[in-house]
């Protein structure tokens, strides 16, 4: 049962244009909300993340945008730079950091950014 | 300020040896998390420990896997037995408390031969 999902595992956008990845989860007891990015061979980079009592966070070109009423949060990154080619995962947690229980990863949305 | 280290990067093993896979958090970290990924899947919360204590283990499988975080030294993620479905990234993760956000190593790539 996939509590986190990511619906689009791949995502195409021209460089300086806006990329949006999307996710959706299930579990209305998550209270705290991630992204990190991914490189081949490497460790998930933590990017930027959203307390449930928000609707949107904002970092440089990042933002994270949060709807509770339809358990759906997006990253929008503007302007998409080719440095910014990445897998993409969402993640979620009972609490801040991850608490006792972890943190819950969607599949991820690979991102190549066009030049 | 060293990120979080995880040794071996890649490790090799046959069905039913042991792997062992280490992991050193952060500096001023006291929270380790470890997580596995499998091809094509998001990652997977497995066990999250503090200093010479389990604290959530509800993602180990039920056997053949254990985790420590002695008083002194790496966090140790031990798989016994292993057999080809063990193939996956471990990677491993800290934070300087529970409420702080986590910070990924850069995983060991275990494949069981």
């Known amino acids: 049962d996939q509590q986190v999902k990511q619906n689009s595992p791949s995502l195409s956008v021209q460089e300086g244009r806006i990329s949006i990845l999307n996710c959706d989860y299930t579990?209305?007891?998550?209270?705290?909300f991630l992204w990190y990015k991914k490189y081949p061979a490497e460790g998930p980079t933590f990017l930027i993340s959203?307390?449930?009592?928000?609707d949107k966070n904002e970092d440089g070109r990042f933002t994270v945008f949060l709807n509770k009423s339809a358990k759906h949060l997006s990253l929008h990154i503007v302007p998409s730079q080719p440095g910014d080619s990445a897998v993409y995962f969402c993640?979620?947690?009972?609490?801040?950091?991850?608490?006792?229980?972890?943190?819950?990863f969607g599949k991820g949305t690979h991102l190549i950014i066009q030049p | 300020n060293a990120g979080v280290m995880q040794n071996p990067r890649h490790l090799v093993r046959r069905r039913g040896q042991e792997a062992r896979l280490r992991c050193s958090p952060m500096?001023?970290?006291?929270?380790v998390y470890w997580y596995r990924q499998l091809p094509e899947e998001g990652l997977k919360f497995m066990v999250y420990?503090?200093?010479?204590?389990?604290?959530?283990e509800s993602g180990m499988p039920k056997e053949r896997f254990s985790a420590e975080f002695p008083k002194e030294g790496p966090s140790i993620l031990r798989i016994q037995q292993v057999v080809r479905g063990d193939s996956a990234a471990y990677f491993c993760?800290?934070?300087?408390?529970?409420?702080?956000?986590?910070?990924f190593g850069p995983g060991t790539r275990l494949t069981v031969t």
């Open positions: 993760a800290s934070s300087r408390t529970s409420l702080y956000e986590q910070y």
């Open positions: 579990n209305s007891m998550f209270d705290y």
């Open positions: 959203i307390s449930s009592i928000k």
């Open positions: 420990l503090q200093k010479e204590n389990i604290i959530d």
């Open positions: 500096k001023g970290h006291s929270h």
């Open positions: 993640a979620a947690s009972l609490g801040p950091g991850g608490g006792a229980d972890g943190l819950t």
